[in-house]
């Protein structure tokens, strides 16, 4: 067995955030302490990753995890400004594309009002507004100030949809949004938890929708692996060690912590910054062991399933037809329809290429396929979707089932069950001794998206310098505070979403006019 390492801070994980943590300890320190970081996969990034997949003239990167950001993502803004990565916007002109219970119905339309009859419309936007009423009562700084906490935490997303809507298509609908958005069925997910999560993004409709502030907006002109490079990079690459998982951490008040790794290394630590998913932390032996809540909180946060995919073609035949390439599929059944939602994923340098996701359900149902009956369904979604064109101009189809993920074993995040976050909510971010806590899922804005894991990082790295007590070139409370910086935020904002206050009084006259036609012609 190695002999001990002696470094200031281990930081446990080599995504966006373990990486972001590291880089701003390195600058809030003045470079002045040692640190390391571990990855227990045989590369680093996290939740990103890329794949090099045939074009007409070559080879193009594409993400095979996370990919999107925002203008209202600051941190992460924030943070590619810094490193000097470009983003580009999200291609969404044309037409969209509907899939309604068979692949034999599709339907197109413009915007984001779907071709449904007006009292589905209508349905579906009592809803949409129900809830982000609902999300305006959750602080996502103290999300149990909440007079309806408990009440909303003993139900699942699925009662509360199924007692709302009228129509099944609705119920469908947000299925299709959750098994993206969680990768996971609206009866996995506490309802509470959902609104905490929305209220965290800026709303349901931000999360949800393409355009200026959503979560869709723009995308890297190379790929989202290329932030977690550029990081290893500026703090060294000596840093970081791969293929190298944490087992043990053992610490004492006022000591050292003692970290022991699967290959029998060794280090001790004055602090340790985690910044893995919330499934992961109960892999970890810790002595002394972690408080009960940190423990229930682990536990009743599982990881979403899902499964990404990216087909490239020879030319974008869908722009040629006024098609934006984005797509949602209101298709239970996991056998015959298995996608949740594609888009376009043509490249900065105008590679096509459509990238879509199996989630939820479906991706629990296609990941015990082979990779060959996966691209097979999803062709022939495709040709449903956009034409005979998905398959006679396919260049090359790659998916990433990240349910297979080493030391993940799902995505994109960890959700909520009833009842975790009620009671267990006060653990996420508290300190364990010398052990912090990092990673998406604890960010205090945006969790789920890779604004998340940096805003997460650099909270973690700040806790840990003013523990060192050390001079700091930068300050832990103005880098933060710049992050937290309310003005002009879209969710401050008046976002009256689909049709707004004048469309919406005409919508339920109309609807009330055909009901009432309806009735007068059973009776007559």
């Known amino acids: 067995m190695e002999s001990p390492k002696q470094v200031d801070v281990i930081v446990i994980g080599g995504g966006i955030s373990g990486f972001t943590a590291a880089y701003h300890l390195k600058k809030l320190t003045n470079d002045a302490k040692s640190f390391m970081v571990l990855e227990a996969k045989d590369r680093i990034g996290g939740r990103t990753c890329r794949s090099t997949l045939c074009t007409k003239n070559g080879t193009a990167n594409w993400d095979m995890g996370g990919q999107w950001v925002s203008n209202s993502q600051f941190s992460i803004m924030k943070l590619l400004k810094e490193l000097n990565l470009d983003v580009f916007p999200q291609y969404q002109s044309g037409y969209n594309r509907i899939v309604v219970h068979s692949l034999t119905d599709v339907r197109r339309f413009c915007g984001h009002l779907p071709p449904l009859n007006l009292l589905h419309l209508i349905d579906l936007h009592l809803m949409i507004r129900k809830i982000e009423k609902m999300v305006a009562m959750v602080s996502a700084e103290n999300p149990l100030a909440c007079r309806f906490a408990g009440e909303w935490d003993e139900q699942t997303l699925q009662t509360f949809v199924e007692k709302t809507c009228w129509f099944s298509s609705n119920v469908e609908m947000m299925a299709a949004v959750t098994r993206v958005m969680f990768g996971a069925e609206p009866s996995q997910i506490s309802l509470f938890y959902f609104l905490y999560y929305c209220s965290l993004g800026g709303g349901f409709e931000i999360l949800t929708k393409n355009g200026k502030d959503s979560a869709q907006e723009y995308r890297l002109k190379d790929t989202a692996s290329n932030i977690v490079d550029v990081l290893q990079e500026k703090i060294g690459s000596d840093n970081v060690s791969c293929d190298d998982p944490v087992v043990s951490i053992c610490q004492k008040e006022n000591e050292f912590v003692l970290v022991k790794t699967k290959k029998g290394k060794i280090y001790h630590a004055r602090h340790v910054i985690c910044a893995i998913p919330l499934n992961l932390v109960n892999h970890i032996d810790f002595v002394p062991p972690l408080p009960h809540d940190r423990l229930e909180l682990s536990s009743r946060a599982p990881m979403g399933n899902i499964i990404k995919f990216v087909a490239t073609y020879e030319h974008a035949f869908w722009r040629a037809h006024g098609d934006s390439g984005e797509s949602v599929m209101l298709v239970k059944k996991s056998t015959t329809g298995p996608l949740s939602v594609t888009f376009d994923a043509t490249t900065f340098n105008g590679d096509p290429a459509i990238v879509g996701f199996i989630g939820g359900e ?8 082979s990779k060959l009956e996966r691209e097979s369904i999803v062709i022939q979604s495709l040709v449903a979707i956009l034409g005979k064109e998905a398959e006679s101009l396919l260049l090359q189809y ?91 935020l879209p969710w401050k904002k008046s976002n009256r979403g689909l049709f707004g206050v004048i469309w919406l009084p005409a919508l339920l006259v109309l609807g009330a006019y055909f009901v009432y036609k309806n009735q007068r012609v059973e009776q007559g």
């Open 362 to 369: 479906h991706a629990v149902y296609w990941t015990t396929k």
């Open 398 to 488: 790659a998916d990433k089932d990240w349910c297979k993920e080493p030391y993940q074993s799902g995505g994109p995040v960890c959700m909520m069950q009833p009842g975790c976050l009620k009671y267990f909510h006060q653990a996420l971010r508290r300190p364990f001794y010398s052990v912090h806590w990092a990673g998406t899922e604890t960010a205090q804005k945006w969790t789920g998206f890779m604004d998340g894991a940096v805003e997460s990082g650099i909270r973690a790295a700040s806790e840990v310098a003013n523990r060192l007590q050390l001079p700091q070139n930068v300050s832990a409370d103005e880098s933060v505070s710049k992050i937290f910086d309310d003005k002009g």
